[in-house]
């Protein structure tokens, strides 16, 4: 199993990034996935989840409204469309496979890809 | 919103038994996953499922849910095992990590 996110930088606050993760080495149609991010120097914190068909959503009341998580089976692809981006959303952000078609745990993740909103 | 709470640090000799502690509402009513986390690496889960080993995880690494309270307990501590651990669980279709504990081997 592997998986490579892309896409972090340097953006403004109020600007826009799309982050990708590139899934191998697993049935990446036959399970859900994860965004998690960590800002500098603090503890996790779970993003969105987005079911194996694409066809259910969810996310953490600090992103609802802003973020967009979507996947292309085809692509082997996750992907994370950040709006409104603030200060507070910087962090180093991970993909991270779920082990079935539901929540439960993270078993394999990314090495990350840092994002960083400041002017 | 559902909280975990974890104890900052814990701090063990070599060769002693470490247990970190994870404390929520009901939580043994939950499937607890944790996850240690080295400085610059992803997290990596050692235990899922409130005990379950995932293949090449140490046999020292065991975990249990009752209650109120989950803990994670590594025996035989290793200077190898220092690192963040983290708790996680599932609330309301939403993931929850508690905030983190910081193990010293010394």
């Known amino acids: 199993v592997q998986l490579v996110e892309s896409g972090g930088g340097l953006v403004q606050p109020g600007g826009s990034l799309r982050l990708s993760c590139a899934a191998s080495?697993?049935?990446?149609?036959?399970?859900?996935m994860n965004w998690v991010r960590q800002a500098p120097g603090k503890g996790l914190e779970w993003v969105s989840i987005?079911?194996?068909?694409?066809?259910?959503?969810y996310y953490a009341d600090s992103v609802k409204g802003r973020f967009t998580i979507s996947r292309d089976n085809s692509k082997n692809s996750l992907y994370l469309q950040m709006n409104s981006l603030r200060a507070e959303d910087t962090a180093v952000y991970y993909c991270?496979?779920?082990?079935?078609?539901?929540?439960?745990?993270?078993?394999?993740w990314g090495q990350g890809t840092l994002v960083t909103v400041s002017s | 919103s559902y909280v975990l709470t974890q104890p900052p640090s814990v701090s063990v000799a070599p060769g002693k038994t470490a247990r970190i502690t994870c404390g929520g509402n009901?939580?043994?009513?939950?499937?607890v996953h944790w996850y240690q986390q080295k400085p610059g690496q992803a997290p990596v889960v050692v235990i899922h499922y409130d005990s379950d080993r995932p293949s090449g995880i140490p046999e020292r690494f065991s975990g249990s849910n009752s209650g109120n309270t989950a803990t994670l307990t590594i025996s035989r501590v290793e200077a190898g095992d220092e690192a963040d651990y983290y708790c996680?669980?599932?609330?309301?279709?939403?993931?929850?990590f508690g905030g983190g504990t910081k193990l010293t081997v010394l």
């Open positions: 009901y939580i043994g009513t939950k499937s």
């Open positions: 080495g697993f049935t990446f149609s036959s399970y859900a």
């Open positions: 987005i079911s194996a068909s694409g066809g259910s959503t």
């Open positions: 996680q669980v599932w609330d309301s279709s939403s993931g929850v």
């Open positions: 991270a496979k779920d082990p079935s078609n539901s929540g439960s745990s993270f078993d394999f």
